[in-house]
């Protein structure tokens, strides 16, 4: 499990709990106390779908945009779905070409040379 999430310069502790938290949610974030809870036991892929739904909401509040459920929801479904179902590989691409390193993602393609049209 990860323990801490930088978002916006605000360090976010991660931690499991086994109650407290909404019945029907698998977690919550405190902007106040600089945490996000995930409710124990639930699969991976709830944990990850909550903590991207989570990080969610503190972006949005740190650039004052509307961060209600009604929003997040279906941002973070569609964020979950793009980077970890339909393009698994991508996280670690995005990583790659920030990092400088020389991958078959970020080598520079040769230029093509232009061609000037010669007049009769």
């Known amino acids: 499990m990860i323990d801490k999430i930088s978002i916006m310069g605000v360090s976010y502790k991660v931690v499991e709990v ?3 938290l909404e019945p029907d949610h698998l977690g919550d974030i405190s902007e106040s106390e600089s945490t996000i809870r995930i409710r124990k036991g639930v699969a991976p892929q709830a944990q990850v779908s909550t903590i991207l739904h989570e990080i969610l909401h503190a972006c949005l509040w740190s650039v004052n945009l509307d961060s209600s459920e009604a929003t997040v929801v279906p941002l973070s479904n569609v964020l979950y ?3 970890l179902m339909e393009n698994p590989e991508l996280i670690s691409q995005l990583q790659t070409i920030l990092l400088g390193e020389t991958t078959h993602v970020s080598k520079k393609l040769p230029r093509k040379r232009s061609r000037k049209r010669r007049r009769p």
């Open 18 to 20: 086994p109650g407290g």
């Open 81 to 83: 779905s793009v980077l």
